[in-house]
């Protein structure tokens, strides 16, 4: 099985680069591919898909992955499901009986930086400075509910003990701390649910959400 990977940064291609081998293993081959902005992956989505239509061997699986940002999440959701259903493929919302999916579609909520948050001990072995106790503070105890914008926040976090001084550096961040994240413990329910969507692509059980 190979798994094709359209997200919308670099930041997240750099993030999955560590993050899905621990997912999928060593025996599945992926590829991703980055459209450099939310935007641009929404506007060629279509005919990207179209494009896999016309030569997609069976084995092949494709996963879209984008922030909600400050968009309507079921909105969104419904716009990536059209997209898939339009081009004739068979999307896990839209999977009957026992026939295998081949797209899956999935937000980040609201941004990738919360996933980073849903795994404090990755966080802290990449910045040794911030507290291994931060999960405990009211601000941080749901990863996708953070106010203030979650990058904004890890921008002020990591300046605050030193790092990042310049501004967010978000390749650096998603290379820092996906090194370290273990998929099974993190606490983002975003990202539960697309670690687990991930299982059932390649046909392993998913895992509880906690």
Known sequence: MHIEFLVEEPSTEEALKNIIPKIIGQQITFRIHNFSGKRNLLKNLPNRLKGYRNWIPEDYRIVILINRDDDDCHELKKQLETFASDTGFIT???????????????IAIEELEAWFFGDIPALTAAYPRISRNLHRKAKYRNPDAITGGTWETMERLLNWHGYHKG????ITLAKDVSFYMEPILNRSRSFQVFRNGILQLIQHPPIALF
């Open 92 to 106: 896990k919302s839209r999977q009957q009986g026992n026939v295998d999916f081949q797209v899956l579609n999935r």
């Open 167 to 170: 501004g967010l550096q978000k």
